[in-house]
């Protein structure tokens, strides 16, 4: 059986989606997924051993740029690759429009979330079979109910597997160490800077190495204050996801704000302390085992504001002591 999968952003989404791909590879043996992703997040469906291609697709970019777009040719290469193979079946696990709107460059049947499921319920309307799949609940559980309805199995009742494997994508070997994941896109989910002074300070006085990472000008420069004058801490030339996957798969644990990079490490089973003070861990939290929550308690918390930090009840000493926790649990296990 083959399938279109189109899922393409973002991040978090792309991730949360591939244990419904496991579920699906062992109910149906033989099954193969084509996927449709943003570029920026192609290097990840091919990890899947389920994925037999990916296809890039760019809608932020083209919406951008749609008559430079018209005229290089891309979309029309675009639309001519999902026709190129035989589709048994599309599944769209976006429920957008502009996911939708792909579904009609391929001649298969096409399934997705029913009106009352879909984030944009217009959606539904391009698809020949749609499914509930209750809204209170996490999104990785919502993919594994679409994918069971879709392609009929029993959903498991196990925890989701995001089939990937961490030993083969970590370098061998070196000296042990935590990744501490700092950046993301809202200003309100920034931890304190002076937080992640105190903790890398604190872990540094236990001999831990410390890696941070970073994407842009700005996080370089926080990283480098972060581990300014600290023997065991050091920032990471510029990698891009795939260099970024490699160091998450390596580190002992990782302390996360709300980031797709937190959602990686749960992908690859790496013990994570993910930090939430404006989101909720509800429905899109690191999900997978060792996955410690740590919510702020203050003013705004939860609120989904995007400007307004809000991370009261959340400092260096709570986190440092729950990491020094996870790190413990690791050693026993």
């Known amino acids: 059986m083959r399938v279109l999968l189109i899922k393409t952003s973002s991040l978090g989404d792309v991730i949360h989606t591939l244990p419904a791909l496991t579920d699906a590879a062992r109910a149906i043996p033989g099954i193969q997924f084509d996927w449709v992703v943003e570029e920026g997040f192609a290097e990840i469906p091919a990890w899947h051993p389920a994925v037999a291609q990916v296809i890039p697709v760019a809608i932020r970019r083209w919406r951008q740029h749609p008559l430079q777009t018209l005229r290089n040719g891309e979309w029309r ?39 009352a499921s879909a984030r944009e319920p217009l959606a539904s309307r391009f698809y020949d079979r749609g499914y509930a799949v209750p809204c209170e609940q996490h999104a990785v559980q919502r993919l594994r109910q679409l994918f069971a309805q879709a392609l009929d199995y029993p959903l498991p009742a196990t925890v989701g597997d995001y089939g990937l494997d961490r030993a083969s994508m970590a370098d061998a070997g070196g000296q042990p160490y935590l990744l501490f994941l700092h950046g993301t896109t809202w200003v309100s989910k920034h931890w304190p800077e002076a937080d992640w002074r105190a903790l890398a300070e604190r872990m540094n006085a236990q001999g831990w190495a410390i890696r941070l990472p970073w994407g842009n000008a700005v996080e370089k420069a926080r990283a480098e204050r972060i581990a300014a004058g600290l023997e065991h801490a050091a920032v990471l030339p510029k990698l891009n996801l795939a260099g970024v996957a490699k160091v998450i798969a390596g580190a002992r644990a990782c302390v996360a704000v709300d980031t797709g990079l937190g959602h990686l490490a749960a992908a690859l089973d790496v013990p994570t302390i993910s930090l939430y003070g404006p989101t909720l861990p509800g429905k899109v939290g690191a999900y997978g085992r060792g996955q410690v929550h740590l919510c702020a308690s203050g003013p705004g918390a939860g609120s989904g504001d995007r400007q307004q930090p809000c991370f009261a009840g959340l400092d260096a000493q709570r986190v440092g002591t729950e990491l020094e926790a996870l790190l413990l649990a690791g050693e026993d296990a």
């Open 77 to 115: 290469r675009f639309k001519a690759r999902l026709r190129e193979t035989r589709y048994d079946l599309v599944l769209d696990a976006q429920g957008l429009l502009k996911s939708a709107w792909l579904t009609r460059y391929v001649p298969a049947p096409v399934a997705g979330l029913d009106r």
